[in-house]
């Protein structure tokens, strides 16, 4: 062979690679790869290392680990444990990364920094990383060259598909920090919809989870941590809860919990224990529904409130927001304007308080449960004895939850 030959061989060599693939093979192969991490940070690292929802077969459970040492460096028992400190601080000073007290830029542009400096901190590795595997490859291949499995991915790119390899390999390794640090992180705690008023600013992102495995569903998440289907709605699809259902079918996981979904008697009239275990196992449930009932209650008080002096117009469309919201998580402002608002109405005013009440019913954890379906009964009582529609017919459909 000439030396002009080898050198249109090696030249061949970095511009197609071993493959010699089209544009189009490479976008795809790109995006499948790129999907396959999204799955294996899904399912593995976060539903079944982070909450311990699912328990995965010993083959699919290294195939991820294995995996996400490949396309991300990082490691297990680094990422659940910053994770489950997420949800045990969720929007303080001491969250990771949450974008109600850092700022969504910050959260958005620089999750990836964010992450790598809180998987710096002992005490949360200590604290919150408990159960992550610690068998022998975890500590002597995966936790301690976290760098060589990305580094192999970069040759194997470039062996594949020559030069434009590296462009393939970039794009895996910012898929992460983009779609899951700074997407969910960020975005998924500032805007979107949301389904369950928890007790933090968890959104969902959107309703079809595709692109980043279900995880565009974080309100939901958010409100049942445990559970490891991440869509509650009909109208929600989360395709990593597909997987595993393929997954579990195949018998190479099985799945521990799930949200629960709410049952009802319709003829059911008396309220019993059994309607208070459901109403406190549904609760979230419960106060989604309530706050459907508050929205129609604001929407007939409205036009008299439009009439009424001292009622400020523009914080009337502001005002169905404010009532919708869990009231733990207003600000001084936003419970200002409402309490303005509530001094017109003592219709609004009246489900607003009982909104509270009922919350506080299974928050007292002290209560036997005798006195807790006491005061179940004596609340729904009082609603039905209020004179408001609305409050009314959600009392009656509280009495049918079994």
């Given at each position: 062979?000439?030396?002009?030959?080898?050198?249109?061989?090696?030249?061949?060599?970095?511009?197609?690679?071993?493959?010699?693939?089209?544009?189009?093979?490479?976008?795809?192969?790109?995006?499948?790869?790129?999907?396959?991490?999204?799955?294996?940070?899904?399912?593995?690292?976060?539903?079944?290392?982070?909450h311990r929802a699912l328990d995965l077969h010993p083959i699919p459970a290294h195939f991820f680990r294995f995996w996400l040492?490949?396309?991300?460096?990082?490691?297990?028992?680094?990422?659940?444990?910053?994770?489950?400190?997420?949800?045990?601080?969720?929007?303080?000073?001491?969250?990771?990364?949450?974008?109600?007290?850092?700022?969504?830029?910050?959260?958005?542009?620089?999750?990836?920094?964010?992450?790598?400096?809180?998987?710096?901190?002992?005490?949360?590795?200590?604290?919150?990383?408990?159960?992550?595997?610690?068998?022998?490859?975890?500590?002597?291949?995966?936790?301690?060259?976290?760098?060589?499995?990305?580094?192999?991915?970069?040759?194997?790119?470039?062996?594949?598909?020559?030069?434009?390899?590296?462009?393939?390999?970039?794009?895996?390794?910012?898929?992460?920090?983009?779609?899951?640090?700074?997407?969910?992180?960020?975005?998924?705690?500032?805007?979107?919809?949301?389904?369950?008023?928890?007790?933090?600013?968890?959104?969902?992102?959107?309703?079809?989870?595709?692109?980043?495995?279900?995880?565009?569903?974080?309100?939901?998440?958010?409100?049942?941590?445990?559970?490891?289907?991440?869509?509650?709605?009909?109208?929600?699809?989360?395709?990593?809860?597909?997987?595993?259902?393929?997954?579990?079918?195949?018998?190479?996981?099985?799945?521990?919990?799930?949200?629960?979904?709410?049952?009802?008697?319709?003829?059911?009239?008396?309220?019993?224990?059994?309607?208070?275990?459901?109403?406190?196992?549904?609760?979230?449930?419960?106060?989604?529904?309530?706050?459907?009932?508050?929205?129609?209650?604001?929407?007939?008080?409205?036009?008299?409130?439009?009439?009424?002096?001292?009622?400020?117009?523009?914080?009337?469309?502001?005002?169905?927001?404010?009532?919708?919201?869990?009231?733990?998580?207003?600000?001084?402002?936003?419970?200002?304007?409402?309490?303005?608002?509530?001094?017109?109405?003592?219709?609004?005013?009246?489900?607003?308080?009982?909104?509270?009440?009922?919350?506080?019913?299974?928050?007292?954890?002290?209560?036997?449960?005798?006195?807790?379906?006491?005061?179940?009964?004596?609340?729904?009582?009082?609603?039905?004895?209020?004179?408001?529609?609305?409050?009314?017919?959600?009392?009656?459909?509280?009495?049918?939850?079994?």
């Amino acid at each position: 062979m000439t030396f002009n030959a080898i050198i249109d061989v090696i030249l061949n060599f970095l511009s197609n690679g071993l493959l010699n693939a089209t544009g189009w093979q490479i976008f795809f192969f790109t995006l499948a790869v790129t999907h396959i991490t999204i799955a294996a940070v899904t399912i593995y690292l976060h539903r079944c290392q982070a909450h311990r929802a699912l328990d995965l077969h010993p083959i699919p459970a290294h195939f991820f680990r294995f995996w996400l040492w490949l396309t991300t460096g990082m490691v297990t028992r680094e990422w659940a444990a910053i994770h489950r400190k997420h949800h045990a601080r969720c929007e303080t000073e001491d969250d990771p990364h949450s974008p109600v007290t850092r700022g969504i830029k910050k959260v958005l542009l620089e999750g990836a920094e964010l992450y790598r400096a809180e998987a710096k901190n002992k005490e949360t590795i200590q604290k919150f990383g408990h159960g992550a595997p610690d068998d022998w490859i975890e500590r002597n291949l995966y936790q301690k060259y976290s760098a060589l499995g990305v580094s192999i991915m970069l040759v194997v790119d470039l062996l594949l598909f020559g030069m434009i390899g590296l462009t393939v390999w970039a794009v895996q390794m910012l898929w992460i920090p983009i779609t899951a640090a700074g997407i969910i992180n960020g975005i998924g705690h500032y805007w979107g919809y949301r389904n369950y008023e928890c007790n933090d600013a968890a959104t969902n992102v959107f309703p079809i989870g595709i692109l980043i495995g279900g995880e565009e569903l974080h309100n939901n998440h958010h409100t049942f941590g445990s559970s490891a289907k991440l869509s509650n709605k009909w109208y929600e699809f989360d395709i990593g809860w597909m997987y595993i259902r393929m997954l579990e079918m195949a018998g190479l996981a099985k799945v521990k919990k799930v949200a629960p979904e709410p049952k009802f008697n319709p003829a059911k009239q008396n309220v019993d224990l059994d309607t208070l275990q459901s109403v406190i196992s549904n609760r979230y449930d419960v106060m989604a529904k309530y706050a459907k009932s508050l929205k129609r209650t604001w929407h007939e008080e409205v036009e008299q409130l439009k009439n009424k002096a001292g009622v400020e117009h523009h914080h009337l469309k502001a005002s169905k927001k404010l009532l919708k919201r869990e009231p733990t998580m207003l600000a001084a402002p936003q419970k200002q304007q409402l309490s303005e608002l509530l001094a017109h109405s003592k219709a609004l005013q009246t489900m607003h308080d009982m909104r509270i009440e009922l919350a506080a019913i299974w928050e007292r954890s002290h209560f036997s449960r005798d006195q807790l379906l006491h005061l179940l009964q004596d609340w729904c009582a009082r609603a039905e004895a209020s004179g408001i529609r609305a409050l009314q017919e959600f009392s009656f459909r509280l009495r049918s939850y079994t």
